[in-house]
């Protein structure tokens, strides 16, 4: 059984080449608050209410990256489920103070699982 703690980000995708324009919706029109750094793919991030939105630019066509990512409570054994399930478990690239990992439904819906590491 997977312990679900939070929503913690939701991740959109943009058409490439409109990260100006994407950052002057969310950042101007919207009055997110952007969150600073250099985050996995170029991606832009905000805070939205208590959870954060992610933007990143997606070549059209492609099989989509956009995502809904929840915070778990023990990731290493929510993983163990999954593949319990035979459901195929996808790494990605690191980011810091966080574990995680991707997978999709049986819909291709991809979804993100997460755990805040402890200092």
Request: charged share 25%.
């Amino acid at each position: 059984m997977i312990q679900f703690k939070r929503t913690d980000h939701i991740m959109i995708t943009i058409p490439e080449g409109s990260s100006a324009e994407a950052r002057a919706f969310y950042g101007n029109t919207l009055g997110l608050i952007e969150i600073p750094g250099n985050h996995p793919s170029g991606a832009i991030w905000f805070t939205i209410a208590d959870i954060e939105l992610h933007l990143r630019e997606e070549k059209a066509g492609a099989v989509s990256g956009r995502h809904a990512a929840f915070e778990v409570i023990d990731l290493p054994a929510a993983r163990v489920y999954l593949e319990s399930k035979n459901i195929d478990i996808q790494l990605s690239s690191d980011i810091q103070g966080r574990d995680r990992f991707f997978f999709r439904d049986p819909f291709h819906n991809r979804f993100e699982l997460l755990e805040y590491k402890r200092s």
